[in-house]
């Protein structure tokens, strides 16, 4: 299986520690593209032009992180972290959209804030900084209901607070939400995480 990669994105990032954490890391090849930048082969495999995409063996074309994701839990031997049905699928797959919606707004912010300063509106990024301070609020209301579990959803919180580390490092996010700050604390100590830590 071929991933198109970048170091940096914390979709991708969630794709390559659920990689490692079900063990399928050896299957997988890493082409490392810059996705603001034309690409010939990412775009013919996702005309959105965006990482992570991940072309299967038998040629199918995959993209977001989520679908990803689904596919790739149906090849290893493990327990399955995308739960099948029932009330636990809909709750892992709820928290990942609210971990993937939090990083999402980081990083239109992260884009908005590299513009030209005349260029930047301080409105748009103001509005991505809200909607990632409610997401971390209600991170911190449910982190004590996870237990040691580490699925898709908290895979995927992992990789959002690894970005707003990354980019957002002058914006300590853990002081006013000690249970969240807890938990990444022991969350960023697996090898998964600790191997794709963006550096940069």
Known sequence: MKLFHSPFSPFVRKVM???METGLDTRIER???NPWEPH???G?????GKVPTLIT???MNLYDSAVICEYLDVLHNGPDLIPHAGPERLK???LEALADGMAEAAVLRR???VRPVALQSEDWMGLQARTVGRALDALEQEVESWGQLFGIGQISVACALGYLDFRFSHEPWGSSRPGLAAWYARIAQR???IATEPKG
Request: aromatic share 4%.
């Open 17 to 19: 520690v659920f990689v």
């Open 31 to 33: 082409v490392t593209v």
């Open 40 to 42: 010939a082969e990412l």
């Open 44 to 48: 013919e495999a996702n005309p959105l």
């Open 57 to 59: 063996d038998d040629g």
């Open 92 to 94: 892992a797959l709820r």
């Open 111 to 113: 884009m908005e804030s």
């Open 191 to 193: 090898p998964a995480m």
